[in-house]
């Protein structure tokens, strides 16, 4: 996301004929963009994107679980 961000600066930059970035050739300003999109094809052929969706849906379900039991009363345990 951070590449992207950087790409869409770059562009901004060179579009306004901002100092260093005018002088660049439009390759140099717009290479954040194929970085992205190769990072995003590499995460989605991987598996990382379904993973930390997952992940994500863990996370709420067991926030969703434990705050539905606290609501009942039935907090973690403690040791006698």
Same mark, same amino acid.
């Given at each position: 996301?951070?590449?992207?961000?950087?790409?869409?600066?770059?562009?901004?930059?060179?579009?306004?004929?901002?100092? $260093?970035? &005018?002088?660049? /050739?439009? *390759? +140099?300003?717009? @290479? $954040?963009? &194929?970085?992205? /999109?190769? *990072? +995003?094809?590499? @995460?989605?052929?991987?598996?990382?994107?379904?993973?930390?969706?997952?992940?994500?849906?863990?996370?709420?379900?067991?926030?969703?679980?434990?705050?539905?039991?606290?609501?009942?009363?039935?907090?973690?345990?403690?040791?006698?």
């Amino acid at each position: 996301m951070y590449v992207l961000l950087l790409g869409l600066l770059l562009t901004a930059l060179k579009y306004l004929e901002v100092d $260093p970035v &005018a002088q660049w /050739a439009w *390759w +140099w300003v717009l @290479s $954040p963009f &194929a970085v992205t /999109a190769v *990072w +995003w094809a590499w @995460s989605d052929a991987s598996g990382r994107t379904k993973r930390k969706a997952m992940e994500k849906m863990d996370r709420r379900k067991a926030e969703r679980l434990q705050k539905q039991k606290e609501a009942l009363g039935m907090g973690p345990r403690r040791r006698r």
